[in-house]
């Protein structure tokens, strides 16, 4: 990935602006590069919203809010997820650990609720 400076004599104009039809927002750039990438980025949101239904929309926000305000957050997700599929990691969810500082009880009612239900 390379920010390469583009010359405006050769583009031939100093900027120019893209106001999409579909939700009125504009956006001005300064170079064709520019103009094409926020054409083509601005165009694959409004597909991936289409195909969306209202709560899969909160949630893609809701997810974005967070890794955008922690990308070093949603590098380790990422790393986490792929070492999970290697694993088969989720379908054996590890052992509980009890607190150290507070030893549990033989006689809680947790293991009596839980022998009712086999
Ligand atoms: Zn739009």
Same mark, same amino acid.
């Given at each position: 990935?390379?920010?390469?400076?583009?010359?405006?004599? %050769?583009?031939?104009?100093? @900027? %120019?602006?893209?106001?999409?039809?579909?939700?009125?927002?504009?956006?001005?750039?300064?170079?064709?590069?520019?103009?094409?990438?926020?054409?083509?980025?601005?165009?694959? %949101?409004?597909?991936?919203?289409?195909?969306?239904?209202?709560?899969?929309?909160?949630?893609?926000?809701?997810?974005?809010?967070?890794?955008?305000?922690?990308?070093?957050?949603?590098?380790?997700?990422?790393?986490?997820?792929?070492? @999970?599929?290697?694993?088969?990691?989720?379908? @054996?969810?590890?052992? %509980?650990?009890?607190?150290?500082?507070?030893? @549990?009880?033989?006689?809680?009612?947790?293991?009596?609720?839980?022998?009712?239900?086999?």
């Amino acid at each position: 990935m390379t920010t390469k400076p583009t010359s405006d004599a %050769a583009s031939g104009w100093d @900027q %120019a602006t893209y106001r999409c039809g579909r939700c009125g927002v504009k956006h001005t750039v300064t170079t064709e590069d520019a103009y094409l990438k926020t054409v083509g980025v601005h165009s694959d %949101a409004h597909t991936v919203w289409d195909r969306l239904n209202p709560i899969e929309r909160d949630g893609l926000v809701s997810i974005l809010r967070t890794i955008l305000s922690a990308p070093d957050l949603a590098v380790e997700l990422l790393a986490l997820a792929d070492r @999970q599929h290697l694993t088969g990691g989720g379908t @054996q969810p590890p052992p %509980a650990v009890p607190g150290k500082n507070t030893p @549990q009880p033989d006689s809680s009612p947790s293991n009596t609720t839980a022998r009712a239900t086999e």
